[in-house]
């Protein structure tokens, strides 16, 4: 084989690994990093996780256009987004409110439709109520917007702050943490590896 036909070879396997990797990322799977501890302790700073990209509908690659519908984010889901007051940042959050839903604050409970929710998941660290964080009127969810909240309820900058999401805006559905660890190396979570997030 000439070193002609072999570098033609390699070129054409590696521009078939990126496409590979630039479809699979498109609409299959997308990593994340989790930057802080708004959704301790679901998620530690140092996590590093999969998302879906196919749970609520595929997309044209690089457009919020859906050509084929596969489902909607529910109650409970950890979803990441593109944050509303500034769409060149990744946020992480968990819906807890969907299209049609009353949402509101009661010294630091949720409520949803009138009804208590509980949340096994989430963690209050200080026991000081602030109106808006902890205590916030009812709000209602129109059609093509979420609620979202972190675990670390008192920790977390989220729809309580600063608003809905969009339904357009969200990327997909977290899955899957493939590493977890403090930094370069030292004290790998090897606990958290492997770890579903469904």
């Known amino acids: 084989m000439s070193h002609r036909s072999m570098f033609w070879e390699y070129a054409e396997a590696l521009l078939i690994a990126i496409v590979l990797a630039l479809v699979i990322r498109a609409f299959v799977l997308q990593p994340f990093t989790i930057p802080s501890g708004s959704m301790l302790p679901t998620l530690q700073k140092g996590d590093y996780l999969f998302i879906t990209r196919f749970d609520y509908g595929i997309k044209i690659p690089f457009t919020d256009k859906e050509i084929v519908h596969t489902g909607d984010p529910q109650h409970g889901d950890i979803i990441v987004f593109r944050y509303p007051k500034d769409e060149s940042m990744d946020y992480i959050k968990r819906v807890v409110g969907v299209p049609g839903d009353v949402v509101e604050m009661r ?11 509980t949340e096994a998941y989430i963690i209050n660290t200080d026991p000081h109520s602030y109106p808006g964080r902890d205590n916030m009127s009812p709000r209602s969810i129109p059609e093509g917007y979420y609620f979202v909240m972190g675990d670390n309820r008192d920790g977390s900058a989220d729809s309580r702050e600063w608003g809905l999401v969009p339904r357009a805006n969200i990327h997909g559905k977290a899955w899957f943490l493939y590493w977890s660890w403090d930094d370069w190396f030292t004290n790998v979570h090897w606990d958290r590896i492997g770890t579903m997030l469904r």
């Not at 010294?107 to 929710?117: A, I, S, W």
């Open 107 to 117: 010294d630091k409970q949720l409520y949803r439709n009138g009804e208590k929710v």
